[in-house]
Nanobody
Framework: QGRLVESGGGLVQPGGSLRLSCAAS????????MGWYHQAPGKQRELVAS???????NYSNFVKDRFTISRDNAKNTVYLQMNSLNPEDTAVYYC??????????????WGQGTQVTVSS
């Protein structure tokens, strides 16, 4: 089975940058689409960005041109580079991955979440 461990959250000033990482471990056939959601206090969890196994990325409108998602398949890791952060980006960021147990089946796994706080 797969497990995801996130890192890289923290406190940053408005206009600053952070890089989140999410590494998958365990026994599995491969990884499909990976990505990030965030959840601000009192709000629903919403998609930030995703990237397919063949590196096709997708972004929500509120992060386009500021955030970049990437993955290193050799390390089973997905990254989220966040630039030009503003207080509205404050949230818990969760990574997810479609873990393939065979070439045709799998399931979605979630990380534990990492807090990102943008404040002066």
């Amino acid at each position: 089975q797969g497990r995801l461990v996130e890192s890289g959250g923290g406190l940053v000033q408005p206009g600053g940058s952070l890089r989140l990482s999410c590494a998958a471990s365990g026994n599995f056939f491969g990884l499909g689409t990976m990505g990030w959601y965030h959840q601000a206090p009192g709000k629903q969890r919403e998609l930030v960005a995703s990237i397919s196994s063949d590196d096709i990325s997708n972004y929500s409108n509120f992060v386009k041109d500021r955030f970049t998602i990437s993955r290193d398949n050799a390390k089973n890791t997905v990254y989220l580079q966040m630039n030009s952060l503003n207080p509205e980006d404050t949230a818990v960021y969760y990574c997810y991955a479609y873990v393939m147990m065979t070439a045709r089946s799998g399931y979605t796994v979630w990380g534990q979440g990492t807090q990102v706080t943008v404040s002066s």
